[in-house]
């Protein structure tokens, strides 16, 4: 299911979910609350169903709704078939930046491909480039890619700008979104060759991605006004020095 439409918060997304019945096999809604399941729909079969509505699937288990109260969960984005048991509809792929890369998890087989030596050779070029800036060409699309907080650290998280941490510098708006949402976006207009690269070439260990400045984002030319956005700087790491091309 592809859509151009892209969402920034649950309300946006039901919104639009409640005018698109049809891309989900829905004739009708007979009851829509804020409970869950946020709806009772009749499907095109005649079934009737209970759905759950979330702008990221896998909230509907920090929202701690239980399983059996819902038929489907339908959302703006998922990674997940399932939660907890419960079958997804989404409207986006949802890709995710690996926080870290696990020391103990194998190699990925075979050389890079040539979109992932592409996007590191523009990282190295630049050394180092504001994420969302490397969306050009068959690199642009309308993909996102978001980063994860544990519940844990969401429910530490600082209001104020006292904590030394990345989140000691962003704006309540930010922290808003991510106490709410358990995400931050980090990179905007992407094609899914382009997020398929990224995130294979920080499986491999070849570039890492860290916070970085709005001023230099906007030097890079990257103005995002998504609530839940994170500049973020993509540089290539010590072992992709062997895959960088000779200026001569």
Known sequence: ???????????????????????FGIREIVLNQEVCPDYVVIMDSGETKKV??????????YHKHKPEKADFIVAGYAKEREVDGVPVLAVHRFWECPSEVAESAPPLAGPPSEDELRMLNTIQFYAG?????????DFAGQ?????????????????????????????K????F????????????????????????????????????????????????????I???VVATEKAEQFRKSPF
């Open 52 to 61: 759950e509505a979330e702008l990221i699937a896998i909230n509907f288990r």
């Open 231 to 233: 500049p973020t700087e």
């Open 143 to 171: 993909c996102r890619i978001f980063l994860p907080f544990r519940p844990d650290l969401v429910s530490e998280m600082p209001w104020g700008g006292t904590d030394d941490s990345i989140l000691g510098v962003l704006s």
């Open 173 to 176: 708006k930010t922290k808003k």
């Open 178 to 229: 991510i106490k709410t949402y358990h995400y931050a976006v980090i990179g905007v207009g992407l094609s899914e060759r382009a997020c398929d690269a990224f995130d294979t070439l920080i499986r491999r260990g070849l570039i890492k991605a860290r916070p970085m400045c709005f001023a230099a984002a906007a030097y890079d030319g990257t103005i995002v006004t998504h609530p839940g956005w």
């Open 129 to 137: 480039i504001e994420l969302s800036a490397l969306g050009q060409e």
């Open 1 to 23: 299911m592809k859509e151009a439409a892209h969402f920034e918060s649950e309300r946006e997304f039901r919104k639009w979910f409640e005018q698109n019945l049809g891309k």
